[in-house]
């Protein structure tokens, strides 16, 4: 039989010392790991989002190569546009849907009625995936959570300041109106088409030409809180050697055969509840607010010749408003 040495007999195991280190060296690791993970994917979301935009500017380009104009940002009967589901409201999503493979869903909605008529609801619910960012919380939200209509990320810069939109707007998507790529003074290279924003809880969705769909560069990047009213933001405005004029760079929207658009007189005769003009000093609470993302130090702007540019949201104000207007006459690189 053979002998059992006392060494043999001790058996093995870390010690508490060998443990420690043990966890130290995977926390440690951990702790190098998980922010380049994080990066990774941030990165991702990123690139993700300005591919959408892409597929907007393209669906925009190829918009206005079938027409010589782009879409109307908004159409309505009158403006300046209500915040509120109130009026026709036809976004200039909704004439882009046949060039973004959603012709079906372009069919369902109809072009003399309200947006917000009842027959519009099953077509306002469907969620495009082109419209909406990857980083934006909304991906990770039950349907409960995302209320009754789609989203977008994604809002047309319709005026330089802050301002209700309107037809006197100096952006390229504005109210009743239609911008040719001929008639921008500044060029397209040197104005914003579309940015990020960071969305209401309370949206009125895609297909509705509001701050939903729209908005301006009167306040920084980031400064228009989403899910809060963006009256509680107060910016110093100091653009007065920004010109209001529209420029040459505009024209009626009177072509009733683009897609989900009629024209304004169509408007007039089917936007029912129509409505009305409210007093002056009522015009600053329709201000639909600014651009932000969910991304970290700027957001994604789409220019006018289509490219995508993140643009840091210390960008210098000045150069930031004149970005968004399109007859300025003063060429600025984006920041």
């Known amino acids: 039989m053979p002998r059992i040495t006392p060494s043999a007999a001790v058996r093995r195991g870390y ?46 380009h190829a918009y206005h190569d079938t027409f010589t104009h782009l879409p109307a940002g908004c159409v309505n009967a009158r403006g300046p546009v209500q915040l509120a589901a109130e009026g026709f409201h036809h976004s200039w999503i909704i004439p882009l849907l046949p060039y973004l493979d959603e012709a079906a869903l372009a069919e369902r909605i109809d072009p003399t009625l309200s947006i917000y008529a009842p027959e519009q609801l099953s077509a306002r619910q469907v969620i495009l995936q082109d419209l909406v960012c990857p980083a934006d919380p909304v991906v990770a939200m039950s349907s409960e959570e995302l209320g009754s209509v789609g989203l977008s990320s994604y809002a047309g810069s319709h005026h330089h300041k802050s301002a209700a939109i309107d037809i006197n707007n100096t952006g390229l998507l504005f109210l009743n109106r239609v911008v040719r790529f001929d008639d921008i003074p500044d060029g397209t290279s040197f104005v914003y088409m579309l940015g990020e924003i960071r969305r209401d809880r309370d949206t009125l969705g895609w297909a509705s030409g509001t701050r939903s769909t729209l908005r301006n560069t009167g306040r920084p990047i980031n400064a228009t809180p989403g899910g809060k009213s963006h009256q509680d933001v107060t910016l110093e405005e100091s653009d007065s050697d920004l010109p209001d004029q529209l420029g040459p760079g505009w024209d009626e929207l009177g072509d009733s055969s683009m897609s989900g658009a009629g024209s304004v007189e169509e408007t007039a005769a089917n936007s029912e509840p129509r409505p009305p003009a409210p007093p002056t000093a009522d015009v600053a609470a329709l201000d639909p607010g600014g651009f932000g993302s969910h991304h970290t130090g700027g957001c994604h702007f789409l220019m006018g010749d289509g490219r995508v540019q993140f643009v840091s949201d210390s960008i210098d104000m000045n150069v930031y408003r004149r970005l968004a207007h399109r007859s300025d006459r003063m060429v600025v690189e984006p920041q």
Request: net charge positive.
């Open 15 to 60: 010690t508490l010392i060998e443990l420690l280190v043990t966890i130290a060296i995977a926390a440690i690791l951990m702790a190098m790991i998980l922010p380049a993970m994080q990066r990774s994917r941030d990165t991702a979301r990123r690139s993700r989002c300005a591919q959408n935009l892409s597929q907007l500017g393209l669906a925009l």
